[in-house]
Nanobody
Framework: QVQLVESGGGLVQPGGSLRLSCAAS????????MSWYRQAPGKERELVAA????????MYADSVKGRFTISRDNAKSTVYLQMNNLKPEDTAVYYC????????????WGQGTQVTVSS
């Protein structure tokens, strides 16, 4: 089973940017669909963005369209989430996940990285 480790979270002011990274090991990265989810305090975990194994298809939550970009580098076994124009409502723990398809629930999860948007 693939192991996932997120990095890049932190505190940023509204309107700022962050880039999250997720390094994978222990599996064949290029066969996995990859996703980013987030969970804010008191809320359910929600899908933020997903990308198919060869980057042919991406999908985004409506709340982040035009601000966030998911990408992956199969040679580095890493998936990224570029977050621009961050808003306080983007504050959450962000989780990287892997699965067989972006249309199915993931079956591997990272431990999460905190993103806080505040002035």
């Amino acid at each position: 089973q693939v192991q996932l480790v997120e990095s890049g979270g932190g505190l940023v002011q509204p309107g700022g940017s962050l880039r999250l990274s997720c390094a994978a090991s222990g599996g064949t990265f290029s066969t996995y669909a990859m996703s980013w989810y987030r969970q804010a305090p008191g809320k359910e975990r929600e899908l933020v963005a997903a990308v198919t194994n060869l980057s042919r298809t991406t999908m985004y939550a409506d709340s982040v369209k035009g601000r966030f970009t998911i990408s992956r580098d199969n040679a580095k076994s890493t998936v990224y989430l570029q977050m621009n124009n961050l808003k306080p409502e983007d504050t959450a723990v962000y989780y990287c996940s892997a699965g067989s398809s972006i249309s199915r629930p993931p079956n591997s999860w990272g431990q999460g990285t905190q993103v806080t948007v505040s002035s």
